[in-house]
């Protein structure tokens, strides 16, 4: 019974530290508002004038394997779907992005290259998307066009298929893609909220002093007798008296 009821008053102190908590924090909400404010123009202007802008474009090929020169059979279809995913891996090869290197003379390697390209395939469809993110957006569209022609090749060689037929061109892109400006602003935004909440619950945390007769109580676990309040002319008094302590202790030093 004596368990149960300390139990019951650890969690009311628990709860009552909580709403205590709350409640400060909801005092510190225009610093913590600030902050949030002061971060999310920060991570704008940083987006705006420190990223620069990329473009991406994109070209598609359509893969087929047909086991019958006649006619496209249930079959053909099936085993095609099937095969997509290894067409995608067969894009995003070593063999692939080397090739378009050397046959481009970007300044890059392989795993740059890489980060560069991204490939996805519609559900229920043979048809292969190829997308290239670059800071030139004509230097993405050869890319996009160099990847597809020799991935077309290097898929033919592999798979033993008949042919990979062009569905489109790569586009020279003439919107930016990137950076997403009020993205990072949200998320600088939130972060600064955050951190200076951070700091003002550690100030909470770290902070031992008395301040309320509950406090008396739950620290100390005394009770106290009384309160002796202090109206606003003793305020300044006090006030004055530490000021002229103050500069008399400034005036001995000298």
């Known amino acids: ?12 102190e628990i709860e009552i530290d909580l709403l205590d908590l709350v409640y400060y924090l909801w005092k510190k909400a225009v610093w913590i508002l600030l902050g949030g404010i002061l971060a999310a123009v920060a991570a704008s202007s940083a987006t705006k004038w ?15 394997s ?4 006649a006619a496209l059979t249930s079959s053909d ?35 740059q290259l890489l980060g560069k390209i991204s490939v996805s395939t519609p ?6 998307t190829i997308s290239v993110t670059d800071e030139d957006p004509i230097e993405a569209s050869q890319i996009a066009n160099a990847v597809r ?8 060689q592999v798979m033993e298929i008949e042919a990979v037929n062009v569905v489109e061109e790569a586009n020279i892109p003439t919107v930016k893609a990137g950076p997403n400006i009020k993205k990072n602003g949200m998320i600088g935004g939130c972060a600064g909220c955050m951190v200076v909440a951070g700091v003002f619950l550690l100030l909470y945390l770290l902070d031992d002093t008395i301040k309320k ?16 309040p202090l109206d606003a002319d003793e305020k300044k008094s006090r006030k004055k008296r530490i000021k002229r302590q103050f500069r008399m202790n400034m005036e001995g030093g000298r």
């Open 149 to 156: 022609d020799i991935a077309a090749v290097h898929i033919q």
């Open 123 to 128: 559900s229920d469809s043979r048809i292969v």
């Open 1 to 12: 019974m004596n368990q149960e009821l300390q139990e019951m008053q650890d969690m009311e």
């Open 213 to 228: 007769p509950e406090d008396v109580e739950r620290y100390l676990h005394l009770s106290s007798l009384g309160m002796i």
């Open 66 to 69: 047909r086991q019958n020169e």
């Open 77 to 111: 279809m099936q085993l095609s779907n099937l095969l997509i995913k290894d067409y995608v891996e067969l894009v995003k090869s070593r063999t692939v992005t080397e090739a378009v290197i050397e046959e481009l003379g970007l300044p890059m390697t392989h795993e």
């Open 50 to 64: 420190l990223v620069p802008p990329t473009y991406v474009s994109s070209t598609k090929m359509y893969v087929l």
